[in-house]
């Protein structure tokens, strides 16, 4: 049986979110410990460069790719700075999981935001890291 279907917010709000989909997505390894980053993250919103730090073995190429996977998935969602508000150097395109996603995890003792924040935490980070972590996400 297949767990239930649910709407997803978000860009393509007529979509119906497939939690089936997403805990397929979210099982593969690689997939699983960047959902845990991006939950971990102290702003719940990570860029690529913050992923590329927590995990050295991957590109950063990669670490695109497996968004996309995600992303197509309803698992995380892409938040973008507008143009306009770009600081030219910084990211602009930042990662969080969905509303529909944390519902899931939430009813599946799945990725508990509490833990991952510590273990998140625990990590030494750069200064520029650091400045990344204290960027303003946008809202979308």
């Known amino acids: ?3 239930e279907t649910a709407e997803s917010g978000g860009e393509g709000a007529t979509d119906r979110f497939d939690a089936w989909l997403a805990l397929q997505r979210v099982t593969d390894s690689t997939r699983a410990n960047i959902v845990a980053d991006v939950v971990g993250h102290p702003e719940g919103a ?3 460069d913050e992923l590329d730090y ?3 073995s991957l590109e950063a190429d990669t670490i695109r790719n497996h968004l996309k996977v995600l992303r197509e998935a309803g698992v995380v969602e ?7 508000e770009r600081t030219r150097g910084y990211p602009y395109k930042f990662y969080r999981v969905t509303d ?3 519902d899931l995890f939430d009813r599946n003792g799945l990725f508990p935001e509490e833990a991952w924040r510590r273990q998140y935490e625990r990590v030494e980070k750069t ?9 303003p996400r946008p809202e979308e």
Not at 78 to 84: I, S
Not at 127 to 132: D, G, T
Request: glycine residues 4%.
């Open 46 to 48: 990570p860029s690529v």
């Open 78 to 84: 892409e938040l973008t700075v507008p143009a306009g």
């Open 127 to 135: 200064a520029e890291i650091r400045e990344l972590e204290a960027m």
């Open 1 to 3: 049986m297949r767990p």
């Open 100 to 102: 529909a996603a944390r």
């Open 54 to 56: 927590m995990n050295p």
